[in-house]
């Protein structure tokens, strides 16, 4: 069992899940899928599993980090979190009515990674 734990691969297996839910992604998504470098947060979360970091500074970290007094820039990687959501870069896009499609993106991943219920429903048609 201590084989398993201290393996860096330990960090890899548990991130698997959580990327997913945080939805990770080295591309922007849309039509226009241009490639986008999130390794900084992979490599922190997988840190994160690695060292055991307490669950409330992961959550704080990855909410808020950049906000805490002097933050590292651990703190700050960690604040990726709210920057997974696919981002469309195509021509033509009126920018106020995508503003809104990120914040309910943010806001739907935010109630499925940490309240653990869906709150898509709560969006107006």
Same mark, same amino acid.
């Given at each position: 069992?201590?084989?398993?734990?201290?393996?860096?691969?330990?960090?890899?297996?548990?991130?698997?899940?959580?990327?997913?839910?945080?939805?990770?992604?080295?591309?922007?998504?849309?039509?226009?899928?241009? =490639?986008?470098?999130?390794?900084?947060?992979?490599?922190?979360?997988?840190? %994160? !599993? *690695?060292? @055991?970091? /307490?669950?409330?500074?992961?959550?704080?970290?990855?909410?808020?980090?950049? =906000?805490?007094?002097?933050?590292?820039?651990?703190?700050?990687?960690?604040? %990726? !979190? *709210?920057? @997974?959501? /696919?981002?469309?870069?195509?021509?033509?896009?009126?920018?106020?009515?995508?503003?809104?499609?990120?914040?309910?993106?943010?806001?739907?991943?935010?109630?499925?990674?940490?309240?653990?219920?869906?709150?898509?429903?709560?969006?107006?048609?």
């Amino acid at each position: 069992m201590d084989r398993l734990l201290n393996s860096p691969h330990y960090g890899e297996k548990m991130a698997v899940d959580w990327l997913d839910l945080a939805r990770f992604a080295d591309s922007y998504g849309y039509t226009v899928d241009r =490639l986008r470098d999130m390794s900084p947060y992979r490599d922190w979360v997988i840190k %994160a !599993f *690695n060292e @055991n970091q /307490p669950y409330d500074r992961f959550v704080q970290w990855q909410l808020a980090g950049d =906000l805490f007094p002097n933050p590292t820039k651990e703190m700050i990687i960690a604040t %990726a !979190f *709210n920057r @997974n959501h /696919p981002q469309n870069m195509e021509g033509g896009i009126i920018e106020e009515e995508f503003q809104t499609e990120y914040v309910v993106d943010r806001t739907n991943t935010f109630g499925n990674a940490f309240l653990g219920v869906s709150i898509g429903c709560a969006k107006m048609p």
